[in-house]
């Protein structure tokens, strides 16, 4: 039986692919364990402790206090994933996922310090540094004595990073590097900063080679950027290398593989920006439940109103489902898999869904909401970061789009992710 045609030539169209293998779909018990928890209850306690009195006066003042960073590096906050070995706190992914949540469901800068302090540049470190290196770098990182940022973007490059034009220029035992990068967090507070610059223009992206750069560093200096639509209780500015002196041991990797290098980081980065987005998406959420119970309209409290109703449900609809295609993206990255279709997923859903939540909640919070008496504008404009750095919501649309087509796959890489070491 079936639908060809007698002599029909035409091959029998396929249904769907093959079904993901068992490899696939192990793990999938959804609870915490205890030490999971615990990352959770600390962060949560140490948000309501030190940020939220402060976050509505460091906001409106555009103003950041590396004091806190501080503090979160004293809680070991800024080394979780990285094994006690190295200075850390030799935690999973799944509890860096849920200190990412908890510190942005705050405010998003303290989840940014995250993503650029832990993600992009430690964990890199931990991945592709040499053991000098990760003693002299990785180690005052993850115990919180140093911050360190990552900065690829350059004014006229920020999607197309391959096309950077930053340079490097091998002088005896170091190198030398000229050009700017523009937009990166941390700028003018961080120690250690991660940055790429091309050995040879001409080659592409195979011409890109990572550095670590000290500040302090001949030719190296900083500024800060005003004016952001949000995280206005972070840093983020501008690097300057002028006849920058690199020494060679700062190399990372080999020449020409810094762009595989920062590939690898942004991995690690989106993973953190997807998981705050999952807590900024409960914040607003939070928000949103407790302003549909107190505020009144029509003689009942606007909680029961269908088309409130909706915009809550689906916000939780997406908190849900985000949440989980984080925690997916988090377990292939607790084994060591490359994870970085799933990791690209989750962040487009994650914040897509975050800048959505955030519109309705200002919604449900009517003119309120318009204001800065509630915190859902700050959400709102908080949010929008996120749908444009670490890959915009476009380039992850093409992204996954790619991978179901066959025009993308992913290769072994000569360093792979460690695996969390401890016990689950
Ligand atoms: C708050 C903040 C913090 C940041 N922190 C850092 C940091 O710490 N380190 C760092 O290196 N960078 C950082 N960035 C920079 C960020 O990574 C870039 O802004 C991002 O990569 C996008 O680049 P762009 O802004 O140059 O946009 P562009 O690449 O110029 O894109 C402009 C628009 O064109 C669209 N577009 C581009 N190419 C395509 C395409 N092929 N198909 C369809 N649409 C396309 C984009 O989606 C976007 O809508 C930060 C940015 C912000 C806002």
Same mark, same amino acid.
């Given at each position: 039986?079936?639908?060809?045609?007698?002599?029909?030539t035409?091959?029998p169209?396929?249904?769907?692919?093959?079904?993901?293998?068992?490899?696939?779909?192990?793990?999938?018990?959804?609870?915490?364990t205890?030490?999971?928890?615990?990352?959770?209850?600390?962060?949560?306690?140490?948000?309501?402790?030190?940020?939220?009195?402060r976050?509505?006066?460091?906001?409106?003042?555009?103003?950041?206090?590396?004091?806190?960073?501080?503090? +979160?590096?004293?809680?070991?906050? *800024?080394?979780l994933?990285?094994?006690?070995?190295?200075?850390?706190?030799?935690m &999973?992914?799944?509890? @860096?996922?849920?200190?990412c949540e908890e +510190?942005e469901?705050?405010?998003?800068? @303290?989840?940014?310090?995250?993503?650029?302090? !832990?993600?992009l540049?430690?964990?890199?470190?931990?991945?592709?540094?040499?053991?000098?290196?990760?003693?002299?770098?990785?180690?005052?990182?993850a115990?919180?004595e140093?911050?360190?940022?990552?900065?690829?973007?350059?004014?006229?490059?920020?999607?197309?990073?391959a096309n950077l034009?930053?340079?490097a220029?091998?002088d005896?035992?170091?190198?030398?590097?000229?050009?700017s990068?523009?937009?990166?967090?941390?700028?003018?507070?961080?120690?250690?900063?991660?940055?790429?610059? !091309?050995?040879?223009? /001409?080659?592409?992206?195979?011409?890109?080679?990572?550095?670590?750069?000290?500040?302090?560093?001949?030719?190296?200096?900083?500024?800060?950027?005003?004016?952001?639509?949000?995280?206005?209780?972070?840093?983020?500015?501008?690097l300057? $290398? /002028?006849?920058?002196?690199?020494?060679?041991?700062?190399?990372?990797?080999?020449?020409?593989?810094?762009?595989?290098?920062?590939?690898?980081?942004?991995?690690?980065?989106?993973? !953190?920006?997807?998981?705050?987005?999952?807590?900024?998406?409960?914040?607003?959420?939070?928000?949103?439940?407790?302003?549909?119970?107190?505020?009144? !309209?029509?003689g009942d409290?606007?909680?029961?109103?269908?088309?409130?109703?909706?915009?809550?449900?689906r916000?939780?609809?997406?908190?849900?489902?985000?949440?989980? *295609?984080?925690?997916?993206?988090?377990?292939?990255?607790?084994?060591?898999?490359?994870?970085?279709?799933?990791?690209?997923?989750?962040?487009? @859903?994650?914040t897509?869904h975050?800048?959505?939540?955030?519109?309705?909640a200002?919604?449900?919070?009517?003119?309120?909401?318009?204001?800065?008496?509630y915190?859902?504008?700050?959400?709102?404009?908080? /949010?929008k970061? /996120?749908?444009?750095?670490?890959?915009t919501?476009?380039?992850?649309?093409? $992204?996954?789009? &790619?991978?179901?087509?066959?025009?993308?796959r992913?290769?072994?890489?000569?360093?792979p992710?460690?695996?969390f070491?401890?016990? +689950?």
């Amino acid at each position: 039986m079936g639908l060809r045609l007698r002599g029909s030539t035409r091959r029998p169209d396929r249904i769907s692919p093959d079904p993901p293998l068992p490899s696939e779909t192990h793990h999938l018990d959804f609870s915490l364990t205890d030490a999971q928890r615990e990352v959770q209850r600390t962060a949560r306690a140490f948000a309501e402790r030190e940020i939220l009195p402060r976050i509505g006066e460091l906001d409106a003042a555009a103003q950041y206090d590396r004091g806190l960073y501080e503090k +979160m590096g004293a809680a070991g906050f *800024l080394g979780l994933p990285i094994p006690e070995r190295y200075g850390g706190s030799g935690m &999973d992914y799944i509890a @860096f996922a849920l200190l990412c949540e908890e +510190m942005e469901r705050a405010d998003t800068a @303290f989840r940014v310090i995250l993503s650029v302090h !832990t993600g992009l540049n430690s964990l890199t470190l931990l991945q592709w540094a040499n053991e000098e290196q990760k003693e002299r770098y990785l180690v005052p990182q993850a115990r919180g004595e140093k911050l360190a940022t990552f900065g690829l973007t350059e004014p006229g490059v920020g999607s197309d990073a391959a096309n950077l034009s930053s340079t490097a220029r091998r002088d005896g035992d170091r190198y030398i590097l000229n050009g700017s990068k523009v937009w990166i967090s941390l700028a003018d507070t961080a120690d250690h900063f991660l940055v790429f610059a !091309t050995v040879d223009r /001409s080659k592409g992206h195979r011409g890109i080679t990572a550095f670590i750069v000290e500040r302090g560093f001949t030719g190296f200096s900083t500024e800060s950027l005003h004016g952001k639509l949000g995280v206005r209780a972070g840093n983020t500015g501008i690097l300057y $290398l /002028s006849d920058c002196e690199v020494p060679v041991a700062n190399r990372v990797g080999e020449e020409g593989e810094g762009f595989t290098i920062a590939m690898s980081a942004i991995d690690q980065g989106r993973y !953190t920006v997807a998981a705050g987005s999952v807590g900024l998406a409960q914040a607003c959420l939070d928000a949103s439940l407790k302003y549909a119970h107190e505020r009144k !309209t029509f003689g009942d409290e606007i909680g029961r109103h269908q088309l409130v109703k909706e915009m809550l449900a689906r916000m939780h609809a997406g908190l849900e489902a985000g949440r989980l *295609l984080v925690f997916k993206a988090g377990t292939r990255k607790n084994a060591g898999e490359r994870s970085t279709r799933e990791t690209s997923l989750a962040k487009w @859903f994650c914040t897509d869904h975050a800048v959505g939540s955030a519109l309705d909640a200002i919604q449900i919070h009517g003119a309120y909401g318009y204001s800065n008496e509630y915190p859902v504008e700050r959400y709102l404009r908080n /949010s929008k970061g /996120s749908v444009i750095y670490e890959g915009t919501s476009q380039i992850h649309t093409l $992204l996954q789009a &790619d991978y179901l087509l066959g025009y993308r796959r992913d290769h072994p890489l000569r360093k792979p992710q460690p695996p969390f070491e401890g016990e +689950m």
